[in-house]
């Protein structure tokens, strides 16, 4: 047997190994396998990182539409954009809707206390001029029926689609 088949070399230090060896005497690397150095990392050195959109699943669109309503829409956000930011807008609205209720009805809690103020001790006749006031509740009521129609929408939208929709995404039209 000729000397060069009976030696080998390390591949990741060089060290002269036996034929047999399994490991480098030197650094321990397996012997027969490739360095594996890192490459040194340079300053400022950023790295594109490619984020692949791969099937999704319809039970988790249908719950998290169940708990987040129109929001439910950014876990296929490639093809329903759309549907999103016509419920984040219809939301925003709602959500002015209701805020501006909120503070026609505090204006209302302080009619009634101005009633009491005025008729001062006699209740009674505090409440009986008081009590034909009525608040109006629409601008609540509307913006509580837009919410929730919302909610709906997203909920049936992702409900609808078959399962295939969710499997084939982000090529699923």
């Known amino acids: 047997m000729s000397d060069a088949t009976s030696v080998k070399f390390c591949q990741s230090c060089g060290t002269k ?3 047999t060896a399994g490991f480098c005497s030197s650094c321990g690397t397996a ?7 890192a490459p040194a990392p340079t300053a400022f050195s950023i790295q594109p990182q490619t984020v692949v959109a791969g099937p999704k699943s319809k039970t988790t669109a249908v719950v998290l539409s169940v708990f987040l309503s ?14 999103f930011f016509i419920g984040l807008g219809a939301g ?15 204006d209302d809690i302080d009619y009634y206390a101005g009633c009491i103020d005025y008729y001062g001790a006699d209740l009674v006749q505090a409440l009986a001029e008081c009590a034909s006031y009525q608040p109006d509740y629409t601008l609540a009521f509307l913006a509580g029926s837009i919410t929730f129609g919302i909610w709906l929408w997203a909920l049936i939208d992702n409900a609808r689609k078959p399962a295939g929709f ?3 995404y982000p090529n699923a039209r």
């Open 166 to 168: 969710y499997q084939d």
């Open 31 to 37: 012997a027969g396998s490739a360095p594996t150095a």
């Open 92 to 106: 925003f609205v709602a959500w002015i809707m209701q805020i501006t209720s909120f503070l026609l009805t505090a």
């Open 17 to 19: 190994l036996p034929a």
């Open 70 to 83: 129109f929001w439910s829409w950014l876990y296929t956000f490639k093809i329903n954009k759309t549907k």
